[in-house]
């Protein structure tokens, strides 16, 4: 069975900084995919930036150049690197995973809280 497990979230002030983290296990191939969503309270959930394993990332424009997206293979991992945070960045992400280049995959984590205080 497939698990995504996230660590990383928590409060931090503007202007901070936190790094997520997601492991998958159970799969016996590789993610092709691998993104992060989020959702703040009342929004539809959004993605927020996405790697694959072939090196090609995305990003959603409101995190351009604050936000870093990274992948070990070997450890079917993927990182969220999150700097200059804002309190709009506020939301649970959610890791995605997915054997289709698109970003939108069948797996899902749990999600964990980033909180962004003004």
């Known amino acids: 069975q497939v698990q995504l497990v996230e660590s990383g979230g928590g409060l931090v002030q503007a202007g901070g900084s936190l790094r997520l983290s997601c492991a998958a296990s159970g799969s016996r191939f590789r993610f092709n995919a691998m993104g992060w969503y989020r959702q703040a309270p009342g929004r539809q959930r959004e993605l927020v930036a996405g790697?694959?394993?072939?090196?090609?990332?995305k990003y959603a424009d409101s995190v351009k150049g604050r936000f870093t997206i990274s992948r070990d293979n070997a450890k079917n991992t993927v990182y969220l690197q999150m700097n200059s945070l804002k309190p709009e960045d506020t939301g649970v992400y959610y890791c995605?995973?997915?054997?289709?280049?698109?970003?939108?995959?069948?797996?899902w984590g749990q999600g964990t809280q980033v909180t962004v205080s003004s």
């Open positions: 790697a694959t394993s072939g090196g090609s990332t």
């Open positions: 995605n995973a997915g054997f289709v280049s698109d970003f939108r995959g069948d797996y």
